[in-house]
């Protein structure tokens, strides 16, 4: 909470019950100290009182373009704040910032925004659930604006069930981590891959594999928990989340990856690759699907470029580079020639052999190797725990 004292927040509020949770936001943030500034949109007005907004908040509240007299600088507002907060946000305010509408105050504030933006949706849960929803919700991410989840409870139609808008207490402390807090890995730039990659064979078919990409996921918000500023490449991994203040970039191919990796690696602190790229892609994509003629069908595959090394080749001194063994024989042997040959500060070995680990499992039992050291062992855990060990070795070798 003290991290908030003297910083400058936004806060929207949109037509929707929840409305009433913003009143107690506002409260909140200038106990902590924080100068806020309150926006509304017209019918937010049938739900909250400005007279109640403007009171907590100390300063007018700011609901149209202009009036009679004056104009209100949508710009200078976006501006001067640190964090905008929109909270409620409602599907119908949702919809226009996904489409770039701008139809008051709020929305044009929104647009001119020079600050991070971060979101507290509120709505019942069949409007949540509806692809229309998703499909903005995904959009605004796409954006680099951050997306405080909904809970589930009781909501305003009776019903119980996800939808309603995150508490006062959790927006507050979601803020804090995300942008006011000095981790261990404050200022640290962090590249992580995850997932899958799909090699095309034609436009309809592919080869990929298994991956889930929930280690590469964990390990990245545990990055981004300690401060890091982490541009995470994934792989058309279907696993859903929300990338919270993560720059997220969606790649298919193990080339797009690699692009994708290279274009930031020269500025990067420290790189950390939990995909499971494919090693081979077919040589030729064919143009149109590939007719069922013959008894058999030959696909010719060539070598994609491992990343990985790749990024081991062009290491300077002070990057660190960590990658991921998947092993199911000689795991020690392995994991050890990969350190040298990918040029890799550390390898974090997962043996098939271990119940509980790789693919698939929300588990994973893992052992560290390092250039110079012991090996470190750790057992079987679900993978945001481990995503911590991992974490918490990195810094502990580098960066404490
Ligand atoms: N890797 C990569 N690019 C590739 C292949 C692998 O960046 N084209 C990375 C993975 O993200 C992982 C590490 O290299 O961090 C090791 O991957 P793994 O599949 O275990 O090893 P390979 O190098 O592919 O060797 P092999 O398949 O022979 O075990």
Redesign the pocket.
Known sequence: MRMLKGKKILLGITGSIAAYKSIYLVRLLVKAGAEVRVIMTPSSKDFVSTLTLSTLSHHPVLIEMFDEQSWSNHVMLGRWADVMIIAPLSCNTLAKMANGQCDNLLLAVYLSATCKVVVAPAMDEDMWNHPTTKENLRKLESFGNSIIPVEKGELASGLFGDGRMAEPGDIIEFITANFFSKGPLSGKKVLV?AGPTYEAIDPVRFIGNHSSGKMGIAIAKELHHRGAEVTLVIGPAATEFSANGINLVRVTS?EDMYKACHKVFADTDLAV???????YTPVTRAKDKIKKKDERLQLELTK??????SLGEKKKPGQVLV?????TADEKK?ALE?LVK?NADMIILNSLNDTGAGFGHDTNKITIFRKKGKEIGFTTKSKDEVAKDIVDTIIRFHYA
């Open positions: 891959t193990a690759m939990s995909a499971a790229v494919a090693d994609t470029k491992d990343i990985l090394k990658g991921f063994a998947l092993e392995h990969k990918k």
